[in-house]
């Protein structure tokens, strides 16, 4: 199947593999690759900047024909590693780089003449039409059934805005689990799908069993919003300890935020409490965590290799 997306990266299927804090690992891109679509991993999956440099060393010499990997940043002033994460993706190399929350500019500048792609999550049109000014190579559209940090349009309508209105590819995010889905995402005008929760539980991804295992037990309709993590709201498994302690932010997380002189500084240590919060879900096993997830997880009925989970994607 041939889109703008795989001639891009030169991959067999137009699929990302979704960048998933402390989810993605190179084990999981290394499979994707092998099966034909792109993978990418979060650069603050890594502590230090050498663990990141030698992710991407392991990467490259992984690298098979037909697949592609890359990273994603966060752009925004909440990630103090941003510089030296963009420094050491420009040196070493990767095929593209996924920027998140914040503007892409320095990011794209820079990844260019490193010749590196850059394609921008974007929840709109205003935000699509800025990136495409700035010169990305394509818009991540995420829509409202993605997981995590996800956008307000259902995927129909804010992919059919977008590539009406833009030139730059438009890859749709949230709400695949199969081949049918992906098919629909197509018919809209999509040149290809990041695709994040069905892979949670793969036999690689470097999270609990407890985590993969809810991703088959629970389905789309116990995928809730809490702003218990980040402050955002953001895609939950409503598991019963999610239940416990609620998911509106506190009534001081909520004065705080509206303090303007304060509300930057908030946001810092909100984005570095929930952080840990999501780190602390994905590595201990307990049912005393937070997971997050798509509603996608409805079609996750088993644990499985990543390319059998890519072979139920696009056959």
């Given at each position: 199947?041939?889109?703008k997306?795989?001639?891009?990266?030169?991959?067999?299927?137009?699929?990302?593999?979704?960048p998933?804090?402390?989810?993605?690992?190179?084990?999981?891109v290394?499979?994707?690759?092998?099966?034909?679509?792109?993978?990418?991993?979060?650069a603050?999956?890594y502590?230090t900047?050498e663990?990141?440099?030698?992710?991407?060393?392991?990467?490259?010499?992984?690298?098979?024909?037909?697949g592609?990997?890359?990273f994603?940043?966060?752009?925004?002033?909440?990630?103090?590693?941003?510089?030296?994460?963009?420094?050491?993706?420009?040196?070493?190399?990767?095929?593209?780089?996924?920027?998140?929350?914040?503007?892409?500019e320095?990011t794209?500048k820079?990844a260019?003449?490193?010749?590196?792609?850059?394609?921008?999550?974007?929840?709109d049109?205003?935000?699509?039409?800025?990136?495409?000014?700035?010169?990305?190579?394509?818009a991540i559209?995420?829509?409202?059934?993605?997981?995590?940090?996800?956008?307000?349009l259902?995927?129909?309508?804010?992919?059919?805005q977008?590539?009406k209105?833009?030139?730059?590819?438009?890859?749709s995010?949230?709400?695949?689990?199969c081949?049918?889905?992906?098919?629909?995402?197509?018919?809209?005008g999509?040149?290809?799908?990041s695709?994040g929760?069905?892979?949670?539980?793969?036999?690689e991804?470097?999270?609990?069993?407890e985590?993969?295992?809810?991703?088959?037990?629970?389905?789309a309709k116990?995928?809730?919003?809490?702003?218990?993590?980040?402050g955002?709201?953001?895609?939950?498994?409503n598991?019963?300890?999610?239940?416990?302690i609620?998911?509106?932010?506190?009534?001081?997380?909520?004065?705080?935020?509206?303090?303007k002189?304060l509300?930057?500084?908030?946001?810092?240590?909100?984005?570095?409490?929930?952080?840990?919060?999501?780190?602390?879900a994905a590595?201990?096993a307990?049912?005393?965590?937070v997971?997050?997830?798509?509603?996608?997880?409805e079609?996750?009925?088993k644990?499985?290799?990543v390319?059998?989970?890519?072979?139920k994607l696009?056959?």
């Amino acid at each position: 199947m041939q889109t703008k997306l795989t001639e891009l990266l030169d991959i067999k299927h137009p699929v990302i593999q979704a960048p998933m804090f402390l989810v993605s690992n190179v084990a999981m891109v290394t499979e994707a690759m092998k099966s034909g679509i792109a993978g990418c991993i979060p650069a603050l999956n890594y502590r230090t900047l050498e663990e990141l440099r030698d992710a991407i060393q392991t990467l490259k010499k992984n690298k098979v024909e037909g697949g592609a990997f890359g990273f994603n940043l966060i752009v925004n002033k909440s990630n103090v590693k941003y510089k030296g994460q963009l420094e050491v993706l420009c040196e070493e190399g990767c095929d593209f780089i996924i920027t998140s929350l914040g503007s892409p500019e320095e990011t794209i500048k820079q990844a260019h003449a490193a010749g590196i792609k850059v394609f921008c999550d974007v929840t709109d049109l205003k935000f699509a039409k800025k990136v495409e000014h700035l010169g990305a190579d394509a818009a991540i559209a995420v829509n409202n059934e993605a997981g995590g940090h996800r956008g307000n349009l259902s995927p129909k309508e804010l992919t059919n805005q977008l590539s009406k209105a833009i030139e730059i590819p438009v890859i749709s995010a949230g709400g695949v689990g199969c081949k049918a889905d992906i098919d629909k995402m197509l018919s809209y005008g999509a040149e290809g799908v990041s695709v994040g929760s069905p892979f949670i539980a793969s036999i690689e991804a470097g999270v609990t069993e407890e985590y993969k295992q809810a991703c088959v037990e629970y389905g789309a309709k116990d995928i809730i919003m809490t702003e218990r993590i980040s402050g955002t709201p953001c895609t939950v498994i409503n598991t019963p300890y999610v239940q416990k302690i609620g998911t509106k932010a506190t009534w001081l997380e909520n004065l705080l935020n509206k303090n303007k002189s304060l509300k930057k500084w908030v946001k810092m240590i909100r984005f570095s409490i929930g952080m840990k919060a999501t780190e602390n879900a994905a590595k201990k096993a307990t049912y005393k965590t937070v997971w997050v997830a798509g509603p996608s997880i409805e079609h996750t009925h088993k644990i499985l290799p990543v390319k059998a989970i890519v072979d139920k994607l696009v056959y």
